[in-house]
């Protein structure tokens, strides 16, 4: 059975900080997905990134970044330089090649303050 | 057009009321998907549509009744609904089934049930 962990619940850093979040996976299939979802205080989940089983070179985009190790089974995220803005739980989440339903990890609560 | 909407944003029902929520996408998308969230947890997946017709029903109680009339549109019908069953409810869509591919999600549907 697929499973994600967020063993950390909640972050609090000052502005222009860098913080990780971590995720760490479980999984029996090959072909899998990985995803994170910002969900800012409104409600909307924002899809942020996906990577493939197969694809384990890391990601940037501006302020964030992405480590994939599949050695380790973990898909960290970090922002760098954070914003207020960046204040939102985020999720973490999988899918299998083999079961299409998306499995939540349960959620970082990050604070940024200025 | 890359939204999800969703219609209201709040709603207050008694038990005995009968309401529907909506949610609309045209982004071409032939799968969608209604999600529980309760507060300080991951989303909970209901239902999923896929190409118009109910594929997954993770056994959601009969009060909870989805409906797909086009592709485009999504409802969830509420009838005798229980003071737990107050939570987000979030529609997804995505373009299809596929594990891979990502969801996009709306603002939400705030319901209490009194």
């Known amino acids: 059975a697929q499973k994600v962990t967020q063993a950390q619940t909640e972050i609090s850093v000052v502005e222009k900080e860098d913080v990780t979040l971590d995720c760490v996976y479980e999984?029996?299939?090959?072909?899998?997905?990985l995803f994170w979802y910002k969900q800012p205080p409104s409600g909307e989940l924002v899809f942020l990134i996906r990577r493939n089983s197969f694809d384990e070179q890391n990601e940037i985009s501006g302020r964030y970044s992405w480590n994939f190790q599949k050695s380790t089974s973990s898909f960290n995220f970090t922002i760098t330089a954070s914003q207020v803005v960046d204040s939102a739980v985020y999720f973490c989440a999988l899918s299998e090649a083999t079961n299409s339903k998306l499995t939540f990890g349960k959620g970082i609560t990050l604070s940024v303050r200025p | 057009d890359t939204e999800v909407t969703q219609t209201p944003k709040h709603l207050v029902m008694g038990m005995t009321n009968k309401k529907s929520l909506k949610c609309e996408q045209h982004?071409?998308?032939?799968?969608m998907y209604w999600y529980k969230q309760k507060a300080k947890k991951p989303p909970e997946l209901m239902f999923v549509y896929s190409y118009e017709k109910l594929s997954i029903n993770e056994s959601v109680p009969s009060r909870f009744s989805p409906e797909c009339p086009n592709s485009s549109l999504l409802n969830l019908h509420l009838h005798a609904l229980q003071p737990e069953d107050s939570a987000l409810y979030l529609c997804?869509?995505?373009?299809?089934?596929?594990?891979?591919?990502?969801?996009?999600f709306g603002p939400g549907t705030r319901l209490t049930v009194l």
């Open positions: 982004m071409g998308h032939r799968a």
């Open positions: 999984t029996r299939d090959t072909t899998y997905y």
């Open positions: 997804a869509s995505s373009q299809d089934r596929s594990s891979y591919n990502e969801q996009f």
